[in-house]
């Protein structure tokens, strides 16, 4: 079984700044997917960014940005120039990578509340 | 086009019920999952079905069953409501070998 941990059940960050979210994580899976995703007040699940185990390169999109350290299971979350809009809640969460894979649910941190500042 | 529906949205009933959520997708997916986030924001995976057989059963109690009737639905129906089981249930879809699991709106149960 895998966990993944969040440290920080809050931050805040003033708008246009950067912040970064951690998430660490215990497997003994060698291929696996790591995913940040969104959950704002409307409650929808947003996929926000991923990256898969076997790849050295951190994942980008946009304004968000990851810090993978497999060595270490970590993997942060960057956000740079924040937005109002940015405020949610933020998950980390682990899927494993079976060849046969997709019947597996994520496991899920327990979170990290964004709060963007005017 | 929603990708993947609930109904309800919000369900309010009381202690001692039995309840149904159901979960639609139209993404042509043949995997589908329940999630349970508990009042602390805490999201756990509750089954997941692949062409109508159930893969993951989790610790759930056995007054929760999932039931599926086609590859497109995948319903959640919940006997003898407790307290406890109040929290924002979350239906999504995948497809095989896939990594991106599709959520719907999530449905709040509330037991009173």
């Known amino acids: 079984a895998q966990t993944v941990t969040q440290s920080q059940p809050e931050m805040s960050v003033q708008e246009a700044e950067t912040v970064t979210l951690s998430c660490t994580y215990d497997?003994?899976?060698?291929?696996?997917?790591l995913f940040w995703y969104k959950q704002p007040p409307s409650r929808q699940m947003i996929l926000v960014i991923r990256?898969?185990?076997?790849?050295?390169q951190n994942a980008t999109e946009n304004r968000f940005s990851v810090n993978f350290q497999k060595a270490a299971k970590s993997f942060s979350l960057k956000i740079s120039d924040s937005q109002l809009g940015d405020a949610a809640m933020y998950f980390c969460?682990?899927?494993?990578?079976?060849?046969?894979?997709?019947?597996?649910?994520?496991?899920f941190g327990k979170g990290t509340h964004l709060i963007i500042q005017p | 086009d929603t990708a993947v529906s609930q109904t309800p949205k919000y369900l309010v009933t009381q202690m001692g019920n039995d309840k149904s959520i159901k979960c639609e997708q139209n993404?042509?997916?043949?995997?589908m999952y329940w999630y349970k986030q508990d009042s602390k924001k805490f999201l756990k995976i509750m089954f997941s079905?692949?062409?109508?057989?159930?893969?993951i059963n989790e610790t759930v109690p056995n007054r929760f069953s999932p039931k599926s009737p086609d590859k497109a639905h995948l319903n959640l129906h919940i006997n003898s409501l407790e307290l406890g089981d109040s929290a924002v249930y979350f239906c999504?879809?995948?497809?095989?070998?896939?990594?991106?699991?599709?959520f719907g709106p999530g449905t709040r149960l509330t037991v009173t």
């Open positions: 999504a879809s995948s497809r095989k070998g896939s990594y991106e699991q599709y």
């Open positions: 497997t003994s899976e060698s291929d696996y997917y």
């Open positions: 990256q898969e185990a076997y790849k050295q």
């Open positions: 969460a682990f899927l494993p990578m079976y060849s046969g894979g997709g019947a597996d649910g994520l496991t």
């Open positions: 993404l042509g997916h043949d995997t």
């Open positions: 079905y692949n062409n109508k057989e159930l893969i």
